[in-house]
């Protein structure tokens, strides 16, 4: 549905984006996740032909967007961070307006804006002025006007931004349920958000997507393991202290002793050779080992964990 190919742009000296390629399937929701400053935003520009890119392209369902940018704006639906909203129409006339500049009429846009009342949650504001309209509403107001032509790509900039918590499920729900028939890119700087909706995430620092898959992917796709779980039927002391000569483990943490048995949470700085140091110590000591298992990285130490094999920002 999305193909970029070499996607670059300069701002001048600046460059956001360095050669960004990647595919998306039909169907598919894709979280862009990065710091702020990352090149998600100019990213989604360009996918929608709000600029054009220094160097390379991108297609739209087949459509180039260098090449026929009108044909893939036709299927595309594009919430900015800052929603195109005017301030001084109602929002039953704004989305009208919205329609119509899509081709919709008649039947048609009444049927399509009936749907996007009821899936933006807006009914209670629609027929108020939008300068009236809190950051929130706003923000359903900018997504309702990205869905009213019923497009096959949506594109999405920080859509929960400046909503509360249950319109914030309100709206992942929806994004969910859009994406039986529609792909999905949405942007975010908060890992729960990403890791709620997306099928699979692209994770982009300093104009270069530095990973991507499903959430588990990224989690088995970390280059190292190493946190462990210990369990040693044995005193707590003794065992801290053997724990201290172990050259392998970077840090060591006390959680709960019972029936005579101390849990450790371990960080190792080789996973391999802790495993081999552990095992020995047990076996010299003559300690009865109740648990060694390793613990899967959460999304937030293999977010950390990109950004720092990622190359020093520069000044």
Same mark, same amino acid.
């Given at each position: 549905?999305?193909?970029?190919?070499?996607?670059?742009?300069?701002?001048?000296?600046?460059?956001?984006?360095?050669?960004?390629?990647?595919?998306?399937?039909?169907?598919?929701?894709?979280?862009?996740?990065?710091?702020?400053?990352?090149?998600?935003?100019?990213?989604?520009?360009?996918?929608?032909?709000?600029?054009?890119?220094?160097?390379?392209?991108?297609?739209?369902?087949?459509?180039?967007?260098?090449?026929?940018?009108?044909?893939?704006?036709?299927?595309?639906?594009?919430?900015?961070?800052?929603?195109?909203?005017?301030?001084?129409?109602?929002?039953?006339?704004?989305?009208?307006?919205?329609?119509?500049?899509?081709?919709?009429?008649?039947?048609?846009?009444?049927?399509?804006?009936?749907?996007?009342?009821?899936?933006?949650?807006?009914?209670?504001?629609?027929?108020?002025?939008?300068?009236?309209?809190?950051?929130?509403?706003?923000?359903?107001?900018?997504?309702?006007?990205? #869905? *009213?032509? $019923?497009?096959?790509? &949506? /594109?999405?900039?920080?859509? @929960?931004?400046? !909503?509360?918590?249950?319109?914030?499920?309100?709206?992942?729900?929806?994004?969910?349920?859009?994406?039986?028939?529609?792909?999905?890119?949405?942007?975010?700087?908060?890992?729960?958000?990403?890791?709620?909706?997306?099928?699979?995430? #692209? *994770?982009? $620092?300093?104009?270069? &997507? /530095?990973?991507?898959?499903? @959430?588990?992917? !990224?989690?088995?796709?970390?280059?190292?393991?190493?946190?462990?779980?210990?369990?040693?039927?044995?005193?707590?002391?003794?065992?801290?202290?053997?724990?201290?000569?172990?050259?392998?483990?970077?840090?060591?943490?006390?959680?709960?002793?019972?029936?005579?048995?101390?849990?450790?949470?371990?960080?190792?700085?080789?996973?391999?050779?802790?495993?081999?140091?552990?095992?020995?110590?047990?076996?010299?000591?003559?300690?009865?080992?109740?648990?060694?298992?390793?613990?899967?990285?959460?999304?937030?130490?293999?977010?950390?964990?990109?950004?720092?094999?990622?190359?020093?920002?520069?000044?």
């Amino acid at each position: 549905m999305i193909e970029a190919k070499n996607l670059t742009m300069h701002y001048g000296a600046t460059r956001a984006l360095n050669n960004v390629s990647f595919r998306t399937n039909e169907r598919e929701i894709i979280g862009l996740l990065g710091p702020n400053g990352a090149g998600k935003t100019t990213l989604m520009r360009i996918l929608t032909t709000f600029i054009y890119p220094t160097k390379g392209t991108a297609s739209i369902c087949g459509y180039d967007i260098t090449e026929n940018p009108l044909a893939a704006r036709k299927i595309l639906g594009y919430l900015p961070e800052n929603p195109p909203l005017y301030i001084d129409m109602r929002v039953d006339e704004y989305l009208d307006f919205v329609g119509r500049s899509r081709g919709l009429y008649s039947t048609e846009l009444k049927r399509r804006k009936e749907w996007v009342i009821e899936a933006t949650q807006i009914r209670e504001v629609y027929k108020h002025t939008i300068f009236e309209l809190s950051l929130g509403y706003r923000q359903r107001v900018g997504l309702a006007q990205a #869905l *009213i032509h $019923d497009p096959r790509v &949506i /594109i999405l900039d920080e859509p @929960t931004s400046g !909503l509360d918590p249950m319109q914030i499920i309100g709206i992942r729900k929806l994004i969910r349920d859009l994406s039986r028939e529609k792909t999905i890119i949405f942007s975010t700087h908060i890992l729960q958000e990403a890791s709620a909706v997306s099928d699979r995430l #692209l *994770i982009i $620092d300093q104009g270069q &997507i /530095i990973a991507q898959g499903t @959430t588990n992917e !990224l989690k088995k796709g970390k280059s190292v393991n190493n946190n462990f779980l210990v369990s040693i039927q044995a005193n707590r002391q003794e065992i801290e202290s053997a724990f201290k000569t172990i050259a392998a483990l970077e840090s060591f943490s006390f959680i709960e002793e019972a029936l005579h048995t101390s849990r450790f949470q371990c960080l190792a700085k080789s996973g391999e050779e802790f495993l081999r140091a552990i095992n020995q110590v047990v076996k010299e000591k003559n300690w009865t080992l109740k648990e060694l298992s390793p613990q899967e990285p959460s999304l937030e130490e293999v977010f950390l964990g990109l950004f720092k094999k990622a190359e020093p920002r520069q000044s």
